[in-house]
């Protein structure tokens, strides 16, 4: 088969002309995939760059879901520690509530009376003033109690040999012991002295008698002695010798006097309290998040980054075991207590109980504010590692992606080129047939 021979122009315009196709179809090609880097071929350094950048980009967003996750975990911790924070202050409610009704569990003494109607005439006073004004010690040595005159205050008859007293008071594990009273005190500087006790309140009615109060639920102990010394007056207050003269019993400090009855309304609160404590074990239980409960104890660990081993980043968020009996807060019964429970009746319980709500509140917004360090934590890293996927998805574009207006550009131009061509090609044809004019 003979070759057929171009003339050089027709070779050149034909040369050009497939060299504007081939540059062409390049830019079609790069227009409709949007990469001028589509193949190893194309740029081996820029490909593998761009596919490194583009699957790290991919593994970090994977990671985005579970941190994702980790952040509707911590959340709904974070509002179950809210939620039982106003349990806890329910329960300091209620336990105010009790401790604001106390009037049938205070042990409570009212004496014989101290005066009569014929003193309170004869002094012109009230019985009540009468025997405020009254000496505890015979002051006129009769050996007896002395009744109040126009002209004499009157007295109790506690010894007038005895030159020492002593006040006593035991109310649970608290007692208050006073040696202030003298051979020229009265009754007034008694009542005052059990006031300052703070754990008792004395009063003298309008009929005349003393009348002591505790200031807790607790068994109260009182006992006024006297004494040649400031010993043997506290060991006869300790054996109550001289209550009988206050009107009083000997055994109001040997046996004590207790609360007559119990709180009505403090043994209303008993459901409720306990009731309000149930709710904190099962709001804690409720508070997980696609299996996992940070307030159950679970552990719960964000993966931040798509590494191993040493190299991986992650937070362990350690979650705690909340419960009422965690948080020390005991079940309320109306009486008796063992453990786990405490006496609503009995002031001391109350208080201790108030103290232990406080702590259990304090507990709580610890664990809130260290739930919330997490949280920000993660919500920090969300953004991070969202910022960081779209940084190497864009490195890697800047690596293979195409300049669509530049390679639009090249494409009119070549089309340009090309139809230049075409028309160089044709003149070159034209050329050549002009030998057909000399036959």
Same mark, same amino acid.
């Given at each position: 088969?003979?070759?057929?021979? $171009?003339?050089?122009g027709v070779?050149?315009?034909?040369g ?12 079609q090609?790069r227009? /409709?995939t ?7 071929? !194309? ?6 760059t ?7 980009a991919?593994?970090?967003? +994977?990671? $985005?879901?579970? @941190?994702?996750n &980790?952040?509707?975990?911590?959340t ?7 939620s039982i924070?106003?349990?806890v202050?329910?329960l ?11 009037a049938?569990n205070?042990?409570?003494k009212a004496?014989?009376?101290?005066? =009569? ?5 004869? *002094?012109?006073?009230?019985l009540? !003033?009468?025997?405020l ?5 015979d002051?006129?040595a009769t050996? =007896?109690d002395?009744?109040? *005159?126009?002209?004499?205050? #009157?007295?109790?008859g506690?010894a ?6 002593? $006040?006593t ?8 012991t ?5 051979? *020229?005190? *009265?009754?007034?500087?008694l ?7 703070g754990i ?6 309008? /009929?005349? +008698?003393l009348n ?6 607790d068994t109260?102990?009182? %006992?006024? #002695?006297a #004494? ?6 506290l060991?006869d207050?300790?054996?109550?010798g001289?209550?009988?003269?206050? %009107? ?7 046996t &004590? @006097?207790?609360a007559?009855?119990?709180? =009505?309304?403090?043994s209303?609160?008993?459901n409720q309290?306990?009731d309000l404590?149930k ?9 997980g998040?696609n299996?996992k409960n940070?307030?159950?104890?679970? +552990?719960l ?5 798509e ?5 991986q980043?992650k937070?362990?968020?350690? %979650?705690?075991?909340? =419960? ?5 807060i005991d079940?309320?019964?109306? %009486?008796?207590a063992?453990t786990?429970?405490?006496n ?8 201790t109980?108030?103290?232990t709500?406080t ?12 739930? #919330?360090?997490?949280?920000s934590?993660?919500?920090?890293r969300?953004d991070?590692?969202k910022n960081l996927?779209?940084?190497?998805t864009? &490195? ?7 300049d669509t207006n530049?390679e639009?550009a090249n494409?009119?131009? $070549?089309?340009t080129?090309q139809?230049?061509?075409q ?6 044809n034209?050329? !050549?047939q ?6």
């Amino acid at each position: 088969m003979s070759t057929i021979s $171009l003339s050089a122009g027709v070779r050149a315009a034909l040369g050009s002309l497939s060299s504007v196709k081939a540059d062409a179809a390049t830019s079609q090609y790069r227009l /409709s995939t949007g990469k001028k880097v589509n193949s190893a071929v !194309d740029d081996p350094v820029n490909f593998f760059t761009a596919a490194g950048l583009n699957d790290r980009a991919s593994q970090l967003t +994977k990671n $985005l879901d579970g @941190i994702s996750n &980790g952040i509707q975990t911590i959340t709904a911790a974070s509002q179950g520690i809210d939620s039982i924070t106003k349990l806890v202050s329910s329960l300091q409610s209620t336990i105010k509530q009790a401790q604001a009704d106390n009037a049938a569990n205070r042990p409570t003494k009212a004496g014989t009376a101290l005066a =009569t109607a014929a003193e309170a005439a004869a *002094t012109s006073k009230s019985l009540k !003033d009468v025997t405020l004004d009254k000496a505890l010690v015979d002051d006129n040595a009769t050996g =007896t109690d002395n009744a109040a *005159t126009a002209s004499a205050k #009157g007295n109790l008859g506690i010894a007038s040999t005895t030159t020492n007293l002593a $006040l006593t008071i035991t109310a649970g594990n608290t007692t208050f012991t006073s040696t202030s009273l003298t051979a *020229t005190s *009265t009754v007034r500087d008694l009542v005052n002295e059990i006031n300052k006790s703070g754990i008792a309140t004395a009063s003298i009615d309008d /009929s005349g +008698k003393l009348n002591v109060t505790g200031a807790g639920s607790d068994t109260l102990k009182i %006992g006024l #002695g006297a #004494g040649a010394n400031a010993g043997a007056a506290l060991t006869d207050a300790q054996a109550g010798g001289q209550n009988t003269a206050l %009107g009083l019993a000997a055994t109001d400090y040997s046996t &004590g @006097i207790s609360a007559s009855g119990n709180s =009505t309304v403090r043994s209303n609160l008993v459901n409720q309290f306990n009731d309000l404590t149930k709710q904190i074990d099962q709001l804690a239980k409720d508070a997980g998040f696609n299996g996992k409960n940070l307030l159950t104890g679970d +552990k719960l660990s964000v993966v931040f980054n798509e590494k191993t081993g040493t190299n991986q980043s992650k937070l362990d968020v350690q %979650g705690q075991t909340i =419960t009422a009996a965690n948080l020390g807060i005991d079940q309320a019964v109306n %009486g008796t207590a063992t453990t786990g429970q405490f006496n609503i009746q009995d002031d001391a319980s109350l208080s201790t109980m108030a103290d232990t709500l406080t702590g259990a509140l304090s507990s709580l917004r610890s664990t809130s504010s260290s739930l #919330g360090a997490s949280l920000s934590t993660v919500q920090t890293r969300q953004d991070f590692t969202k910022n960081l996927a779209n940084t190497l998805t864009a &490195g890697a574009d800047n690596l293979v992606s195409a300049d669509t207006n530049q390679e639009a550009a090249n494409l009119l131009a $070549l089309q340009t080129r090309q139809q230049l061509s075409q028309t160089a090609l044709s003149l070159s044809n034209q050329a !050549d047939q002009a030998i057909l004019r000399l036959f």
